[in-house]
C-alpha cells in the first residue's frame, strides 16, 4: 500500500518561505513512469495543482506558481519537498503531496494515491 505523508510548519508569516516535506512509504520515487505532486486547496476554492517530479528527476510547475515554487527530492530517504516563498494570506490552504500517473512523455491527470494534507496558515 502506498502512503504519502506531510509534514512541516502549520504558521508562516507573510514573505516568508513555506518548506513542506512528503515521505513515500510502499513505493520508489524513482519507480517509472510515477510523478509526485503537490496540490493545494484554499478555504472555499477547488483543488489547485502546483507541480511535480518525475522519477527520472525532471520538475514541472504549474505557471501561475513557477516563481515562487521550487519542489526536489531526496532519493535516499524517498522524499520529495516543496519550497513557496514570497508568502500572502491567500497562500492559506490545506496542502497535499500525491502520486500522479503518467508515461515517459510526461504526466497525466490519475492522482491515486493521497497524503492525509497538512494545514498551512500565512499570516503574521
Known sequence: Q???QESGPGLVKPSQTLSLTCTV???SITSEYYYWSWIRQ???????WMGAKSWSGSTYYS???KSRTSISRVTSKNQFTLQLNSLT?????VYYCARQ???RYGYGNELDFWGQGTQV???S
Open 42 to 48: 484554499s478555504p472555499g476554492k477547488g483543488l489547485e
Open 121 to 123: 496558515t500565512v499570516s
Open 2 to 4: 502506498v502512503q504519502l
Open 101 to 103: 500517473g503518467g508515461s
Open 63 to 65: 505557471p501561475s506558481l
Open 89 to 93: 494570506p491567500e497562500d492559506t490552504a
Open 25 to 27: 512509504s510502499g513505493a
